[in-house]
């Protein structure tokens, strides 16, 4: 649905994007992360159409957005971290006036912006003025414009931003059942929210594409570093120094004791062949060990191992 080949963004001599390359399917939740000048906003404004690229190409359902804007953008409900809202008209008014923008027929526009409300939970807030509405109901309202008129992509930068936890939740659930439909590019410093709603992810770091992959594959180490939960009956101090002195072992701590009287440890290294060399070890001394399994990488894990290596972010 979505296609972006060697997409480059300068501004003079500083690189906001350095060609980069990635699709979203139809009816895929993308999630899309970096921080801070890593490109991710100026990414999603060149899909929208709001910037040009300096070289690269995006095309949406087959439309490129250099040749073929006007089409992309019938395609596109985008919701910028901070909607512009006119705050002195109705939740109905902005609707309507947004309406208006995308060309919607006037006979389908009450109808769907009826639709759209009940879906967003602005129902019963249709009367009243956008800026009288808290925080988190005017980021409710720049989620409905970004679906008026139907759009097939939701580019979603901060979506939850400002709301409570009932409502993220409530968000999240719209956002699951927008996609049955739509596909949805979703942009969050909220990394257990992308995690608990995306299927795949791109992490962005200094405009280039640090990682890409489904949160489960990312979840279970990032490069090749290795990260195992051990139980071992052996005393801590000794097992400890046995295995530090292991090739490829970079870290080895106790985590404390296991039911089974035996003690608890975690281990990164930056090869495969550790297991191996873990198991002589251990036999070697006569420490049984009991339990070898991966440890899961949280997404909070991922994204401070990707965006940490190399030189401090622009």
């Known amino acids: 649905m979505i296609e972006i080949q060697n997409l480059t963004k300068k501004y ?34 060149i899909i929208t159409g709001y910037l040009p ?66 879906l967003v939970g602005l129902t019963d807030h249709r009367k009243r003025l956008v800026g009288n509405l808290s925080k988190g109901y005017r980021q409710r309202v720049g989620l409905a414009q970004a679906l008026v008129g139907n759009p097939e992509v939701l580019i979603l ?14 968000i999240r659930r719209v956002i699951k059942a927008l996609s049955q439909e739509r596909t949805i590019i979703l942009s969050s410093h909220i990394l257990p929210e992308v995690s608990a ?30 990260k195992l939960n051990l139980t071992i009956n052996g005393p801590v101090k000794e097992v400890i120094s046995a295995v530090r002195k292991i090739d490829g072992v970079t870290y080895m701590d106790t985590t404390g004791k296991a039911p089974d009287g035996g003690n608890r440890f975690i281990l990164e290294g930056v090869s495969n062949d550790i297991k191996e060399k873990l198991f002589y070890a251990m036999a070697e001394n006569g420490w049984p060990l009991t ?19 190399g030189q401090e972010v622009r």
């Open 12 to 45: 003079g001599q500083v690189v906001a994007v350095n060609n980069i390359s990635f699709d979203v399917k139809k009816g895929e939740i993308l999630g899309f992360l970096g921080p801070n000048g890593a490109g991710k906003s100026t990414t999603m404004n």
């Open 291 to 309: 339990e070898i399994k991966p440890s899961i990488m949280t997404l909070e894990d991922i994204f401070i191992s990707v965006v940490t290596k």
């Open 197 to 226: 709603i995306c299927e795949r992810i791109v992490i962005i770091n200094k405009g280039v594409i640090a990682a890409e992959d489904t949160p489960d594959r990312l979840s279970q180490g990032v490069g090749q570093v290795l």
């Open 53 to 118: 690229s300096t070289s690269g190409t995006v095309k949406v359902d087959g439309y490129d957005i250099l040749t073929h804007p006007d089409e992309v953008k019938k395609r596109i409900g985008y919701l910028p971290e901070a909607p512009p809202l006119y705050r002195d008209m109705t939740v109905t008014e902005f609707l309507r006036f947004v309406s208006d923008l995308k060309y919607v027929p006037k006979k389908k526009q009450k109808g769907q912006m009826a639709d759209i409300m009940e």
């Open 157 to 170: 930068d901060e979506p939850t931003v400002g709301l409570d936890p009932k409502q993220i939740i409530e």
